[in-house]
C-alpha cells in the first residue's frame, strides 16, 4: 500500500512520501499562481483550478487568496461560492454538495496527528532530527445548500447534512443532520432550518 493509499484509507501515513511532496509542492505553487491572477482573467482562473481540483460542477467561484494541501482530493458540486482566505487541508476528501456557500476564513481540516509526541514523530535520529510527524486523517463531506458563516472550522470525519447553517465562528466537531442551524463551539444544533 502506497503511502498515499494509507492517507486516504484513514491509515497512519508519512507526509514526507516522495509522491505527496510531489503533489503538495505542485498544489502550493498552483494555488499561488491561482492568488496571483487578476481578479478579471476568468480564463486563466478556470484553467488552475482544472489542474488543482479533483472535481467541481458549473459555477464555482472561489475568492483569493485560497489554501490547499493536495487540491486533488476537494470535489465540488454545482453553484458553489468559496469566500476569501479560506484554507483546505484535503489530506483526505473533501466533497462539497450543489448550491454551497463558504464565508470567508473557513478552515476545513481532513488531517489529525497522534497525540502522544511518541507517536507523532517516533524515535529521535542519531543527529537529534525526527521524521516527518505521523499523520492520520478523515473525510469532510458537506451536503447541498449549506451556508458556512465565516471564520468556521470543520474538524476531519464531520459530514454536515443537506440545507444546514453553520454560524459563523463554529468549531464543527461532529456530524451535523440535514434541516438545521447549528452554531458554537463545539457547534450544536440550535434550531430546525425550514
Wanted: proline share 7%; glycine share 10%.
Amino acid at each position: 500500500m502506497t503511502e498515499r493509499e494509507k492517507m486516504l484509507a484513514g491509515e497512519l501515513y508519512d507526509c514526507g512520501d516522495p509522491e505527496l511532496l510531489d503533489r503538495w509542492h505542485l498544489a502550493k505553487d498552483l494555488a499561488a499562481a491561482y492568488n496571483r491572477i487578476p481578479s478579471a482573467d476568468l480564463a486563466e482562473k478556470d484553467r488552475i483550478l482544472a489542474e488543482l481540483l479533483g472535481g467541481r460542477g458549473k459555477n464555482l467561484w472561489i475568492t483569493p487568496p485560497f489554501y490547499v494541501d493536495y487540491g486533488n482530493n476537494i470535489f465540488f458540486g454545482n453553484n458553489c461560492e468559496v469566500n476569501m482566505n479560506c484554507t483546505f487541508l484535503d489530506d483526505n476528501r473533501i466533497t462539497i454538495g450543489d448550491n454551497a456557500l463558504i464565508a470567508p476564513n473557513v478552515q476545513i481540516y481532513t488531517a489529525f496527528h497522534p497525540t502522544n509526541a511518541a507517536d507523532r514523530f517516533g524515535a529521535p535520529r542519531p543527529d537529534g532530527s525526527f521524521e516527518f510527524c505521523k499523520t492520520r486523517t478523515a473525510p469532510v463531506t458537506i451536503g447541498n445548500n449549506v451556508w458556512i458563516g465565516g471564520g468556521a472550522i470543520l474538524l476531519p470525519g464531520v459530514t454536515i447534512g443537506d440545507n444546514v447553517v453553520i454560524g459563523a465562528g463554529s468549531v464543527v466537531t461532529h456530524d451535523i443532520p440535514a434541516n438545521s442551524v447549528a452554531v458554537g463551539s463545539p457547534c450544536r444544533v440550535v434550531r430546525p432550518n425550514l
